[in-house]
């Protein structure tokens, strides 16, 4: 049997004094004072796990901070657990993850660390495109909601919200959703293995075309339409989409720096790029003369199409050429990534441009692995000439007698 000891004063862990080898000084049931050489005084009650014959230590913090008393209390509540079969080890380490499920855990906190996270990884339109969801929809429906106890039928509501009037937001919405859970799981924010159900929570919808004029009898009402429109700023980055072919994002968050109007190129770096590669982009010398118009009225500040007053961005938000667009009567009939469908349609039927080549400007990704792998053409030079022919194209309409 083990020789039993007794309680001990006060007194006696205040006198203890450091030796060469760290010692355990024992006040009985398992509770002892442990003096390391340096001074330092920890307790700890040594106690046998559940289930099992195995030794174990607790602590419980140091000493003088923790009285002997408090020990004790401390001691005793440990050994009711381990009596009801808890090992109190185990029970701390989950108290301290209720803690900082509790501190960390709410909704709105998880998911801009999870930006902060996938901003790594993505292109700046996807994280734009997800920073706006989560935003404009899901903080404000499910900020302060913690995320260790977050249930399929408190997000159902939400996404169904969403569908409403934004089909495909909601899709989206729900990715993201299932990637803010899996961030939290990952991070000890939610238990593991209780991810959600959302799969089927979002009606079905049949998927439209992105509206677009493809027609050369409407190019040039759009074109003149866009003319007209009051901002100097949203009325360029329009028509540089027109020109360019590219995402709306992309247009509306130029930087300067990506721009030589010397040698009439546009280098988009492949972080801005959605497929992450580096684009180049030749310009026709209607948006040079573009360019070169804005840049005497705004002046060359960081961003090509800086962002009015009344917005919070630091550039032209993409949201202002679809409502400059709506502005204009156009809701319905052409978005402003309707242009990228207009000079592929057009492109291919009317000027007889080979898709391969459209498909380049335009940055779409290759189709299956092996050719992503091996075809790395670009047509640099194909591309310059045709983009140049566009933009003719878009000027002999607008020019033609009706």
Not at 8 to 34: C, H, I, T, W
Not at 243 to 270: I, K, Q
Request: aromatic share 6%.
């Amino acid at each position: 049997m083990p020789r039993r000891v007794d309680s001990k004063s006060e007194l006696v862990f205040r006198a203890a004094k450091p030796r060469a080898q760290p010692y355990l000084l024992a006040d009985g049931n398992g509770l002892a004072l442990r003096v390391r050489p340096n001074g330092t005084r920890t307790w700890l009650l040594r106690y046998r796990r559940p289930g099992t014959s195995k030794e174990n230590f607790l602590s419980l913090g140091p000493y003088p901070d923790v009285s002997l008393v408090d020990a004790r209390k401390a001691a005793t509540i440990a050994r009711n657990l381990v009596r009801d079969g808890t090992d109190p080890v185990e029970h701390r380490r989950a108290e301290s993850a209720a803690r900082k499920r509790a501190a960390e855990g709410a909704f709105q906190l998880v998911a801009q660390k999870w930006l902060a996270f996938k901003r790594k990884e993505w292109a700046d339109e996807t994280y734009r495109k997800a920073e706006f969801v989560v935003r404009e929809y899901l903080s404000p429906a499910l900020g302060n909601k913690p995320i260790s106890t977050l249930a399929t039928p408190e997000v159902k509501p939400v996404l169904e919200a969403i569908a409403a009037h934004a089909p495909n937001l909601a899709t989206k919405a729900r990715q993201y959703v299932g990637g803010i859970v899996t961030y939290a799981i990952q991070h000890g924010l939610r238990e593991d293995g209780i991810p959600l159900s959302l799969r089927g929570v979002i009606p079905r919808h049949k998927k439209g075309h992105i509206p677009a004029i493809t027609k050369p009898a409407e190019i040039a009402p759009l074109v003149q339409a866009i003319n007209t429109y009051k901002s100097p700023i949203t009325r360029a980055a329009l028509k540089l989409t027109m020109l360019t072919g590219l995402r709306p994002g992309m247009v509306a968050a130029a930087p300067w720096d990506e721009v030589d109007l010397d040698v009439a190129e546009w280098h988009v770096p492949a972080g801005r790029m959605k497929m992450q590669h580096e684009h180049i982009v030749p310009l026709p010398k209607q948006a040079v003369e573009l360019l070169e118009e804005l840049e005497a009225l705004t002046g060359r500040g960081h961003y090509v199409f800086p962002s009015p007053a009344r917005q919070k961005t630091p550039h032209l938000h993409r949201d202002a050429l679809s409502k400059a667009l709506r502005e204009l009567g156009f809701q319905g009939k052409h978005a402003t990534h309707g242009f990228r469908g207009m000079l592929r349609t057009v492109g291919t039927e009317r000027l007889g441009i080979d898709i391969d080549i459209l498909e380049a400007q335009l940055a779409h990704a290759k189709r299956g692995d092996v050719q992503k792998a091996y075809d790395r053409t670009t047509f640099d030079d194909d591309r310059r000439r045709v983009m140049q022919e566009w933009a003719d194209y878009i000027d002999r309409l607008c020019s033609a007698k009706p």
